[in-house]
């Protein structure tokens, strides 16, 4: 059972993400900030972590570069779920390492074939 | 006569002979006189220096002392040399040389026998010879002397009487002779007088006659003597002067003839002298008016020359009017001429004062304006004193006016109006310069008029070209030919020099100086390599930031020559600096309205595709609902700005309201969203009315609540406070939080502005709140403010003006009355 980790400071969006996933067979972290996100993905190593990018404390993109500066977590998958839309927020979302892009608003659907993405097919069975 | 003449010159000469013998006689009685005193005086010498030899021996033998014998010696030397002088002087008497002889023997005898042994014998302390011997030698020799003396006495006497006798001989010869000579004279005087004076003053009549002018005069010839001869001559020099003065009279005739001839040529002469002077006159009149001539001609080259020459207008106009002036003989004059026709300005005067004259005249304006109506010379003559003018610093008549019109072509541009001292008109020639004149004068004002109009077109051109805040340039192949003053200015704070050096910049210098470096000079490179393409390049300077679009196009005069390269130099920092801001807004509003877009698209897509459970719907329904609603604030709070934006201020309906039930509602509905932070409100018991929009009022409150709690990220006591003095009623929420940077504070009105804590921690926000809920505020004329430490919170207040009234109208009651329990804790 993969480990999927929400960082995002809206409730709203935390909860929409997890509905989401509930149909599947993940276990669901949740952290309201960066700070928080980065304590929970260090402790727990989930497969796969949703970074909002502006959040109280750390934004989404120093979580990641922090997490992709250590070595212990290769093989982490990270994907960007954020309202900023700017080509130069992608990119600069992949140049600290993140694996996969979600602007928001989005759909579930979206939401699910980028985690059979990045995660192969049989994480949704 | 010549035998008496003869007579005479015998008488004469016999009385001279006489006179001669007797004469002779007289002195050779005195030669023999004479030499018989010389005797006596040789002998009586003698005789003495034989006394000296006696008494200086005999001195000498007495006391024996040498003094006695200087005469001695003296006399003993002389002696013989006198007995042989006395000798000689005798020597024609033999009787008196006889005893001559007797003496000279006694003397030698006495010296040699008798003195000279004294003198030995002394000298040798002999004795003496006895003295006797001595004096009786020497009585001999004097009675010796005294014969001879005698005897010569004697002879001495015989003489002296035969000379009286010739002397007495002498003076009757001459005597004689005088009386026989006066005589003769006497009788030759008294012939001379008859034979001689007469025939002389006959001559001596005819010479005066002949002087007076009778040259008839003669003299009768009579005899064959000197006299006749005188008369012959006389005669012919009477004859020869008759023919001299014959001579004279003819050639006296033949003078006076010519005399007349020359005094006839003479006037002649003068005649032609008269003439030659009239026409010397002539040619000095015609050399008068040529000299005028020429002057004219060269004050008319001077007036083409400063036509000719890059004058300005005004110094054409003073030519023009100078030039005209001197053609038309005139004193005083002005001139005006126009651009346009209908106006013409006073250009130049001259002699007149030009305060006195109008400054600008119109076609309507007496002569002058007939000349200008007509275009042809209008000439006015004057009585004396009739017209008088300022000029020459006093009234002076012009007794006669001109008035010139310049005329180019079809156009008149002009008049000269000239006056003239004197009533005389224009000569025909003079009328004709003058036309002439106003030709050309009229050509070079017109030429002067376009010259200023193009000028002031140019300054206007670069006027304008200033006004430009873009930099204009152009450069041509010397550098930069015309540069206005935003392009000195921008070049200079470009490349760092003004822009008279900037051309000697090395360009990798000033590419340097801006971001990048390699685009500067790639575009430089584009520029030199195609002068035909226009270009555009952007540099932003390194240090300041600025950034300058640069346009460059060729630049083509009117034959399609190549002028050069206008660059045009457009700052676009302040664009840029917008463009960059407003790129950022979009950004965050776009998140902003994303943000509650995503829970609604993900919520209504959850229900749409699960279909599930009432309760699950309606909680997904609910987050719908309350995230549309945040969503349609934002729009509000964006076009609420962008209202503003447009208008200059926010339209407001104003309404009594009491601020505490509004407060209080706000703080219940905020305090429901975070369950970090705690509301204290403490309001007044009285109600805080004023009149204003509620809606409005609404917005600022929950501006204040949401930043209070957004930038408290760690939760506390949020305070609301309510107060009412000075007129005014106050609203202030006070927060824990992050407070705000000294530095940054003047900034947290600004639109858009958004605190450093907002991106560090990623506050949300569009950093509109605050810029709007004071547009809101003092669109009530109200004011709004903040205190804030950082790290320590904020208290963010506003006042509105109270409502005059007491009551507070509409809803809210219930909230005021809530309010009215005092502080309470949400």
Redesign the interface.
């Known amino acids: 059972m993969a480990k999927v980790l929400i960082a995002d400071?809206?409730a709203?969006?935390r909860?929409?993400v997890r509905?989401?996933l509930e149909t599947g067979h993940f276990e669901i972290l949740e952290a309201p900030d960066?700070n928080a996100a980065l304590e929970v993905a260090r402790r727990e190593q989930p497969d796969l972590v949703f970074l909002d990018?502006?959040?109280?404390?750390l934004?989404g993109v120093e979580v990641c570069r922090a997490l992709r500066g250590d070595p212990a977590h290769d093989g982490m998958r990270i994907v960007m779920l954020?309202?900023?839309?700017?080509a130069d927020?992608r990119e600069a979302a992949r140049e600290v390492g993140a694996d996969d892009y979600i602007?928001?608003?989005?759909?579930?659907?979206e939401l699910l074939e980028k985690v059979r993405d990045v995660l192969g097919p049989e994480a949704l069975l | 006569m010549a035998a008496l003449g003869a007579a005479l010159a015998v008488v004469v000469g016999l009385a001279i002979g006489a006179m001669l013998l007797t004469i002779g006689d007289m002195r050779r009685a005195s030669q023999t006189a004479r030499r018989g005193e010389q005797v006596l005086a040789a002998s009586n010498l003698a005789e003495k220096q034989v006394l000296d030899l006696e008494t200086g021996a005999r001195g000498f033998a007495l006391t024996r002392d040498d003094r006695f014998l200087a005469p001695w010696r003296s006399a003993r030397v002389a002696l013989p040399r006198q007995t042989e002088a006395l000798s000689t002087l005798v020597a024609g008497n033999p009787s008196q040389a006889a005893l001559v002889q007797q003496i000279s023997d006694g003397v030698r005898g006495y010296v040699d026998d008798y003195s000279i042994p004294l003198v030995n014998a002394v000298r040798a302390q002999r004795n003496p010879p006895a003295t006797e011997e001595g004096k009786r030698r020497v009585d001999a020799l004097r009675a010796q002397f005294a014969r001879f003396d005698a005897a010569e006495q004697r002879l001495a006497d015989a003489r002296r009487t035969e000379s009286d006798h010739a002397a007495a001989r002498a003076v009757t010869v001459g005597v004689i002779v005088l009386v026989a000579g006066v005589a003769l004279l006497l009788a030759f005087a008294a012939y001379v007088a008859r034979a001689v004076a007469r025939p002389v003053r006959r001559v001596a009549d005819a010479a005066d006659r002949l002087a007076a002018g009778d040259l008839a005069a003669r003299v009768p010839v009579q005899g064959r003597d000197e006299l006749a001869r005188l008369a012959t001559s006389f005669n012919a020099m009477g004859d020869a002067l008759q023919e001299g003065r014959d001579e004279l009279d003819s050639q006296h005739a033949e003078l006076e003839l010519q005399t007349r001839e020359l005094e006839d040529q003479q006037q002649q002469l003068a005649g032609a002298n008269d003439e030659l002077r009239a026409q010397r006159d002539e040619l000095e009149h015609i050399t008068g008016s040529l000299a005028d001539e020429t002057e004219r001609q060269r004050r008319f080259n001077d007036f083409a020359e400063t036509l000719a020459a890059d004058a300005g207008l005004d110094a054409r106009a003073q030519a023009s009017l100078r030039a005209l002036a001197d053609a038309a003989g005139a004193h005083v004059g002005a001139l005006y001429a126009g651009d346009d026709e209908g106006s013409y300005e006073l250009l130049a005067s001259l002699g007149l004062e030009r305060d006195g004259l109008p400054a600008a005249i119109g076609p309507d304006a007496g002569l002058a304006g007939r000349a200008l109506g007509e275009g042809g010379i209008v000439e006015v003559g004057h009585d004396e004193a009739t017209l008088r003018v300022r000029a020459f610093g006093q009234d002076t008549p012009v007794r006669r006016e001109l008035h010139v019109p310049l005329r180019y072509g079809p156009r008149t541009i002009g008049v000269a109006s000239l006056g003239r001292l004197e009533d005389a008109g224009i000569e025909r020639r003079d009328g004709e310069l003058l036309e002439h004149l106003a030709g050309q004068a009229a050509v070079a004002l017109f030429n002067a008029f376009v010259t200023r109009r193009a000028q002031r077109l140019a300054e206007i051109n670069r006027a304008v070209l200033d006004t430009v805040r873009d930099g204009i340039m152009l450069a041509g192949a010397d550098g930069v030919v015309l540069a206005n003053a935003p392009a000195r200015r921008l070049v200079e704070e470009i490349v760092g020099v003004p822009l008279e050096e900037a051309a000697e910049l090395d360009p990798t210098q000033v590419a340097a100086r801006t971001t990048d470096a390699e685009g500067y000079l790639a575009a430089n490179a584009a520029i030199a390599a195609d002068p035909d393409e226009p270009t555009f390049d952007e540099v932003q300077l390194a240090d300041s930031g600025r950034v300058f679009e640069r346009y460059t196009a060729p630049v083509r005069g009117p034959g399609g020559e190549r002028l050069g390269r206008t660059t045009v130099i457009h700052e676009v920092t302040a664009e840029r600096e917008a463009e960059r801001v407003k790129n950022e807004l979009m950004a965050t509003v776009s998140h902003e309205l994303r943000t509650p877009l995503a829970s609604i698209v993900g919520f209504t897509e959850l229900i749409l595709l699960r279909d599930p459970e009432p309760e699950v719907r309606r909680s997904h329904l609910q987050t719908v609902h309350a995230e549309a609603r945040r969503l349609a604030e934002l729009i509000d709070d964006f076009l609420d700005l962008q209202r503003i934006a447009e208008r200059g201020r926010l339209p407001i309906e104003r309404r009594r309201v009491d601020l505490c039930p509004l407060v209080s509602e706000q703080a219940r509905v905020f305090a429901a969203q975070s369950s970090a932070h705690t509301l204290a409100v403490r309001l007044p018991s009285d109600a805080l009315v004023t009149d204003a929009d509620p809606s409005r009022l609404k917005q600022v409150v929950a501006n204040l609540l949401s930043n209070a709690i957004k930038y408290s990220p760690d939760g506390g006591e949020i305070a609301v406070e309510g107060w009412a003095r000075d007129g005014m009623v106050g609203v202030a929420v006070v927060d824990p939080g992050l407070g705000i940077p000294t530095a940054q504070q003047e900034r947290v009105f600004e639109r858009f502005y958004r605190a450093p804590a907002a991106s560090e921690r990623a506050i949300g926000g569009t950093g509109l709140g605050l810029a709007l809920s004071r547009e809101i505020v003092e669109a009530h004329d109200g004011r709004m403010g903040f205190e804030s430490v950082e790290g320590r919170g904020s208290r963010f207040w506003f006042e509105l003006p109270a409502a005059r009234g007491r009551t507070a109208e509409g809803d809210g009651d219930g909230g005021a009355n809530g309010a009215r329990t005092g502080s309470r804790t949400v």
């Open positions: 400071d809206q709203n969006m909860q929409l509905l989401t960066g990018w502006t959040m109280p404390g934004p954020t309202a900023r839309s700017q927020d602007t928001k608003p989005f759909s579930p659907i």
